[in-house]
């Protein structure tokens, strides 16, 4: 099944400590988003690439980064985690504006982040 | 910039009772509508999806939708709530060009008790 795969599913690191969370996808998608979502919130954007195009959410902090190296695979980077940076981080993927449903996002299970 | 408002923030039913979840957005142009549920520990899963065409959309699990253009909402409905429907619902909203990233509602939960 096409699908989208977010590893590890559960991440510990210690304050100050870069982390990279992986994402990939069997969809052929363009587009690939990053949501944060912090303990009963809803998911937040920080930011998505459009094929090789990257787009930064305004609000979204600048420890926060994020590669895409191929349309499979994208990579978010927190070069100092801090406490407030536990989360769920939510990978998504979407067809692009030539796809059958350019509009309908598909998620991976997550990553939760826990910072000590 | 668009935003979704649900006002229902915790909601607690018994077994068989009618749902209906507040939704609310605001945008000027076109948009398409999602209901999310996310059941404890799980992920995101589509519930069902607005994008044209007949406001009334039916989702998975007996689960519904109503988009109401002049009241700018998209509320969701089941008929008689099963325990296994505990769960958090997120609305989401993303517009119809540009870069349809979704911009979510805060969530509400929902508690349904045997």
């Known amino acids: 099944d096409a699908m989208v795969i977010q590893n590890p599913r559960y991440q510990v690191t210690q304050f100050g400590k870069p982390v990279t969370l992986s994402c990939s996808q069997t969809?052929?998608?363009?587009?690939m988003y990053w949501y944060q979502q912090k303990s009963s919130q809803a998911p937040k954007l920080l930011f998505h690439y459009y094929d090789k195009d990257f787009n930064n959410e305004a609000d979204t902090p600048d420890n926060f980064q994020s590669r895409r190296p191929n349309t499979s695979f994208c990579f978010l980077d927190i070069r100092s985690p801090g406490l407030g940076d536990a989360a769920m981080y939510l990978c998504a993927t979407s067809g692009g504006w030539l796809a059958r449903s350019p509009n309908e996002q598909f998620f991976g299970p997550g990553t939760r982040l826990t910072v000590l | 910039a668009q935003s979704v408002s649900q006002h229902n923030h915790h909601v607690i039913l018994s077994e068989a009772a009618s749902l209906e979840l507040g939704c609310n957005y605001s945008?000027?142009?076109?948009?398409?509508l999602f209901w999310y549920v996310q059941y404890p520990g799980q992920h995101l899963q589509l519930l069902l999806k607005y994008f044209s065409g007949d406001p009334l959309v039916k989702g998975i699990k007996g689960f519904e939708a109503e988009f109401i253009k002049s009241k700018f909402s998209f509320n969701l409905r089941k008929p008689s709530v099963q325990w296994s429907d505990t769960a958090e619902y997120f609305c989401a909203v993303n517009r119809n060009t540009g870069r349809r990233a979704l911009t979510f509602g805060s969530g509400t939960r929902l508690q349904v008790q045997p």
């Open positions: 945008y000027g142009g076109t948009v398409n």
């Open positions: 969809l052929n998608h363009n587009v």
